[in-house]
C-alpha cells in the first residue's frame, strides 16, 4: 500500500463507470512475471495494453548507442501500454518487472469493443495519454533546469508516493532503489548519485537499511526537490 490514498496516477479505473471497469475485469486475462522478466521490448509491436494488479514495472529507454534512462516505476492501478494500440507504431519503450508481479492484459480486441461501448473509455484513454505528456514534459524541464541534488531528491520523492509506507524508522521504501537506478532516471554517474545520497543521509533527510531507502523527512527532501 502507498502513502497516498488517491488512485495511482495511471489508473484508466478512475475514469471510467462502474459498467465500462466490470467488462474490462471480465474481458481481461492475469499475467505474472518475476523480477527482471520483460513484459515488452522497446521497438517491437504490440497488441496488448496492461494494468498492473501487484508489484512494480519498470520503464526504460535504450538509445542506439546503448545509454539507458529509466524514465518510471509504475504502481499497482498504473495502465501501460497504450500508444501502441491507439497509432499502430512500434513500442516507445521497454516495461520489465520491477519486482514480482500480476498484470491485467486487454487485448486488441476487446480494447476496441470498449472504445465502441463506452465513449467513456475513450475520454479516459485522452486523460491517461495527456498525463503521460505531462509527466514526461515535467522530466525534460527538470532535466534541463534543476540541479543533480533535485532531481534525485524529486525521484525518491515520487517512489515514496508510490512505494512508501511507514516503519519504524520512517517511510520505507517497498522496492529497491539503487544508486544505479536512480542515476539512470536523474541522468546522472552512480558516483555522483551516491555523493547527493551520502549529503542526504548527513542532513538526516534519509538512510539505507538492508539495501532500501528510508525517508526520515518527506518534506526536507520535498524541498529539496523544489
Not at 162 to 184: N, R, T
Request: glycine fraction near 8%; proline fraction near 3%; include cysteine.
Amino acid at each position: 500500500m502507498s502513502l497516498s490514498s488517491d488512485p495511482a496516477p495511471f489508473d484508466i479505473f478512475q475514469w471510467l463507470p462502474e459498467a465500462a471497469r466490470i467488462e474490462f475485469n471480465a474481458t481481461a486475462r492475469r499475467r505474472r512475471c518475476v523480477r527482471g522478466e520483460l513484459i515488452y521490448s522497446q521497438g517491437e509491436p504490440g497488441s496488448e495494453m496492461f494494468r498492473l494488479v501487484s508489484g512494480a514495472v519498470r520503464l526504460s529507454v535504450t538509445r542506439s548507442d546503448g545509454r539507458e534512462l529509466l524514465y518510471l516505476l509504475f504502481e499497482p492501478g498504473d495502465c501501460f501500454g497504450v500508444s501502441t494500440l491507439i497509432d499502430g507504431d512500434a513500442r516507445p519503450h521497454t516495461a520489465e518487472a520491477g519486482k514480482n508481479l500480476e498484470l491485467q492484459v486487454l487485448g486488441r480486441t476487446a480494447f476496441n469493443r470498449l472504445r465502441v461501448d463506452y465513449r467513456e473509455f475513450d475520454d479516459a484513454l485522452l486523460r491517461l495519454v495527456t498525463r503521460h505528456m505531462r509527466l514526461l514534459s515535467g522530466f525534460v524541464s527538470d532535466s534541463n533546469l534543476q540541479d543533480i541534488s533535485a532531481r534525485v531528491a524529486s525521484r525518491i520523492v515520487a517512489a515514496a508516493r508510490s512505494f512508501g509506507k511507514p516503519g519504524e524508522a520512517g517511510i520505507e521504501l517497498a522496492i529497491s532503489l539503487s544508486q544505479a537506478e536512480l542515476g539512470l532516471m536523474v541522468g546522472g554517474a552512480r558516483q555522483t548519485v551516491n555523493r547527493v545520497l551520502r549529503k542526504f543521509q548527513r542532513e538526516g533527510l534519509l538512510s539505507v537499511r538492508n539495501g532500501r531507502l528510508v525517508i526520515h523527512s518527506l518534506e526536507g527532501l520535498r524541498e529539496r526537490a523544489s
